[in-house]
């Protein structure tokens, strides 16, 4: 907090935000002389709760904050060796399968992350959280 007031954030409000599975997170604001009345907080409360449901509609994330996998694991695995620089012969020997599957593996990827590349693909697949 004291680094929050080196910035001007001296007041704060908080609001857990709770599914049926339990604490999921949080959502936090700050100010220099925010406005906590009693009706503010019931505002702020409900926009946290829909910009968390949005914030989690837009990464990927089902209702009980679980990730929602686009990949399938064969992809994710193509992918994850795509990023660390193995070309498709590489990855076809580490993965025990023919070069063509490795490459089909991959366009089915671009095709669902809607990368034009291989690279874009393994970034899209990075920034997503699948691999």
């Not at 679980?66 to 399938?72: F, G, H, K």
Request: proline content about 2%; hydrophobic content about 40%; glycine content about 6%.
């Amino acid at each position: 907090m004291a680094v929050a007031r080196d910035f001007g954030l001296n007041k704060g409000f908080l609001v857990p935000i709770v599914r049926s599975t339990g604490f999921q997170a949080c959502v936090t604001m700050a100010g220099e002389r925010p406005d906590l009345e009693p009706r503010a907080k019931q505002a702020l409360h409900l926009v946290s709760m829909y910009a968390h449901a949005r914030c989690a509609a837009l990464m990927g994330c089902e209702s009980d904050g679980q990730r929602r996998r686009v990949l399938s694991e064969r992809e994710r695995d193509v992918l994850a060796w795509a990023a660390e620089g193995k070309s498709s012969w590489e990855i076809a020997t580490i993965l025990g399968v023919s070069e063509r599957t490795v490459n089909w593996h991959v366009e089915q990827s671009k095709r669902k992350l809607d990368a034009v590349t291989r690279t874009q693909a393994v970034i899209k697949a990075l920034r997503s959280g699948e691999i």
